[in-house]
């Protein structure tokens, strides 16, 4: 995901490229390759190349119900600015902006966007994924995947046959574990 911008650091300010992004890469670092689509706006700004574009991806991920992987789809907005190390007509090395974290241009004047890709995709991934909005989870009694239909276990706390068994466990002295109230 990189991009020669030697020629467009010499143009004016306000100058502007279009490029297709397409490309196949890890983006949360677990191995897992994703296909990044879409398009990126290239200007020129005072101070450096300000990127700007809106990509779509998908990644697996698992989900916090019933933990079956699936894929996530994600769109991207990108909207970073990038600042050149080298100053593109002479070659000498440019002070870097007092912004930390910001992006810069490398001395052969490749604007790489994958460090800009990826964090925007920790940002918008979601906290508690869900395979479908209505993901019925895991049996709590026997993990079952419940999107897959029931399982023989009876509802909990609702069947009066298991309140009387409970009832009887407590007349005869059985412990009941603690904190499963
Ligand atoms: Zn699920
Ligand atoms: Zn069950």
């Given at each position: 995901m990189q991009i020669n911008v030697a020629q467009q650091l010499k143009e004016y300010i306000g100058s502007i490229r279009n490029y297709e992004v397409s490309e196949v890469f890890d983006i949360t670092g677990n191995g897992n390759k994703s296909l990044v689509q879409g398009k990126v706006k290239l200007m020129r700004t005072d101070r450096g190349i300000l990127v700007t574009g809106g990509l779509q991806t998908e990644v697996e991920v698992t989900c916090s119900r019933c933990l079956s992987l699936f894929s996530c789809p994600l769109t991207l907005n990108i909207e970073e600015e990038y600042f050149p190390t080298t100053d593109v007509a002479s070659g000498i090395p440019l002070p870097l902006p007092e912004e930390p974290g910001c992006f810069t241009i490398d001395e052969h004047h490749v604007l790489d966007l994958t460090e800009a890709i990826r964090q925007q995709a920790?940002?918008?991934?979601?906290?508690?994924?869900?395979?479908?909005?209505?993901?019925?989870?895991?049996?709590?009694?026997?993990?079952?995947?419940?999107?897959?239909?029931?399982?023989?276990?009876?509802?909990?706390?609702?069947?009066?046959?298991?309140?009387?068994?409970?009832?009887?466990?407590?007349?005869?002295?059985?412990?009941?574990?603690?904190?499963?109230?």
């Open positions: 920790l940002l918008v991934m979601p906290m508690k994924p869900l395979c479908r909005q209505d993901c019925a989870g895991l049996c709590p009694n026997c993990g079952h995947n419940l999107n897959q239909g029931a399982c023989g276990c009876p509802p909990q706390g609702t069947d009066p046959r298991w309140a009387e068994l409970s009832k009887l466990a407590l007349a005869s002295g059985v412990n009941e574990p603690k904190g499963t109230e």
